[in-house]
């Protein structure tokens, strides 16, 4: 059965859920604290405890709303949330009292007590306020509120959701890359079906499947402000233990696991830079999302591709397109890698259609020169102002006087097909047959070197990286490891090295004495923003726990 099709885990018991990892985080100390605080607070023991854990991207960044495949695993650091319906008074205006009202409160006291109920609005049925200026942490618990307001209480079916007490904890650091907005959001997505005893996919009586929770904890996030890709939610609801992760989201979201070469650890060091990902979107994120949708309809339009005038298309559909490519003609639902490797490599020699009219691609350096102005953009899209606003402006706000179309296009290219040589640089070095499997070393060599030519292309063509992560990256080299990029959104956060196992204590020890942030740091504090996790450890998507069933 293909893991998207596969419902939800239920676990009974926490050896399930961490005993692969080897790890030396008490986290039963952790869930029975959890609970014992809940009780203190409600007055009752949680009905249930969901857990979505972060993820690293370990290669194939900002490409997935592009819709090309992409390389994370999860980790071990996750978000855990306790709940238990709260019986419903029918005499009082109070707001906790409300239908579907919720107390959110939080572990970290940085995070405060949140009151909030959703209301019924016509015509767009459920509300609930997020502001998308600022970053507040029950945005994200509100954001998986949603999804399953609009999913299985339709405003006019006289359903009414549960009032619902919430306690939440969490591992994964925030702002970091490492995915704390979708484990937040998938947790919380969680806690609100299991309270509310919505198990099935709401259309029909078949459990929910992972992949229809992906799909909801995407639409989920997009409330927060962010037009995210996707790779977040799936690598946190689909992971599987002791491998990374191939996630294909053309022409369906579709999900392998990729076994890493023996030998090596990834290490997470954090720069200390958090990256505040809502506040920043209109001049970074969620302007390199314009960046590549209107890249993909120029470069369309350039080579005669035909699209429907207010189709949003992306750069995996027009290469699609362009090969005529059948869909579901391979195993991953798509052309296939070969295939896939072929053509992007004949689309990479078409991306100079990116460029302003006059300009080559040596031009490489020079901003201005390489961008495109708005009206430009509009000229060579083919369309008019008015449907150009309307298909690429209306829904998204961004600022920027010069599009960098060119540069994030061949980011995009070139970053697709490093995920695909990665992928099979690990096939190939854990394939069964001795005949056909590279040596260890030599395989994460060149694991290391795509990873490391990953972090160039982010640096200088999407410009995502950031000083810190930069100088992060090459200590982490010099100090041994065989590659080092930033992983996730950028501007900030982490940033992932593969390094050789019997090294990993070295490594640790070189990057905590010579990145200069780490200075002054306690023990403690450093254990936090420097850590080693097995590739796809901890992974075993998410899953709602019925708490008492756990601890008998
Ligand atoms: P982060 O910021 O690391 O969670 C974001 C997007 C991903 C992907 C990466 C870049 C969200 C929730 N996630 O990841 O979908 O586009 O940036 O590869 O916005």
């Not at 997009?222 to 946190?236: F, I, L, P, W």
């Not at 720069?271 to 390199?288: G, I, M, S």
């Not at 059948?326 to 490797?341: E, K, N, P, V």
């Not at 100088?471 to 065989?482: F, I, Q």
Request: contains cysteine; glycine residues 8%.
């Amino acid at each position: 059965m293909r893991l998207a099709d596969q419902s939800i885990p239920v676990y009974t018991n926490l050896t399930d859920l961490y005993g692969s990892l080897g790890s030396s985080v008490n986290h039963a100390e952790r869930w029975d604290n959890l609970a014992k605080e809940f009780e203190k607070r409600f007055g009752r023991p949680p009905a249930y405890i969901t857990r979505a854990p972060g993820r690293i991207n370990i290669i194939g960044e900002h490409i997935d709303y592009a819709l090309f495949g992409v390389l994370p695993a999860a980790i071990e650091q996750d978000i855990l949330i306790a709940c238990a319906p709260r019986q419903p008074s029918d005499n009082s205006q109070e707001i906790h009292e409300r239908p579907g009202s919720v107390v959110a409160e939080n572990l970290n006291p940085k995070y405060t007590r949140q009151v909030f109920a959703p209301s019924q609005r016509a015509p767009e049925g459920w509300h609930l306020e997020i502001n998308t200026n600022e970053l507040r942490w029950e945005s994200y618990v509100k954001a998986g509120y949603y999804g399953v307001l609009s999913r299985y209480f339709p405003p006019d079916s006289n359903l009414h959701p549960t009032p619902v007490d919430l306690l939440a904890t969490g591992s994964v650091p925030s702002g970091s890359g490492v995915s704390s907005s979708a484990a937040i959001v998938v947790a919380s997505t969680l806690a609100f079906l299991a309270v509310n005893n919505r198990r099935t996919s709401g259309s029909t009586d078949a459990p929910l499947s992972k992949g229809e929770l992906v799909k909801m904890a995407m639409e989920n996030e997009t409330r927060v402000g962010v037009n995210s890709g996707g790779m977040d939610q799936a690598a946190s609801v689909m992971s599987v233990n002791s491998s990374a992760l191939y996630i294909t989201f053309f022409p369906i979201l579709n999900t392998s696991p990729v076994p890493l070469p023996s030998g090596a650890k990834f290490v997470i060091s954090n720069t200390l830079v958090v990256a505040d990902k809502v506040v920043t979107a209109k001049f970074r994120y969620n302007l390199r999302v314009v960046e590549t949708l209107v890249g993909a309809r120029i470069l369309a339009h350039k080579l005669g591709v035909k699209l429907d005038i207010m189709e949003k298309v992306t750069y995996r559909e027009v290469l699609g397109r362009i090969v005529k490519e059948q869909q579901d003609c391979g195993s991953d639902g798509d052309m296939g890698a070969g295939s896939l490797i072929v053509a992007l490599k004949s689309i990479m020699r078409s991306l100079t259609h990116l460029l302003p009219k006059g300009v080559d691609a040596n031009a490489e350096g020079d901003e201005q020169q390489m961008g495109l102005t708005m009206e430009e953009m509009i000229e060579m899209s083919g369309l008019s102002q008015q449907t150009f606003h309307e298909v690429y402006l209306s829904w998204i706000d961004v600022e920027a006087t010069h599009f960098q179309l060119y540069k994030r296009a061949k980011h995009v290219f070139t970053e697709a097909l490093r995920v695909l040589q990665f992928r099979k640089t690990s096939l190939d070095a854990t394939d069964a047959s001795p005949s056909l499997s590279l040596n260890p070393s030599t395989s994460l060599e060149k694991l290391g070197n795509l990873m490391n030519e990953s972090q160039k292309s982010c640096r200088e063509l999407f410009e995502c990286s950031c000083p810190e992560l930069d100088m992060l990256a090459k200590l982490c080299r010099e100090a041994g490891a065989y590659g080092s990029r930033l992983t996730g959104a950028g501007w900030g956060g982490c940033a992932v090295s593969l390094v050789a196992e019997d090294q990993v204590e070295i490594f640790i020890k070189k990057i905590k004495d010579e990145y200069p942030p780490y200075k002054g740091l306690k023990e403690e504090q450093l254990n936090d923003v420097i850590f080693a996790t097995k590739p796809g450890s901890g992974a075993c998507g998410m899953c709602f726990l019925r708490f008492l069933r756990l601890l008998s």
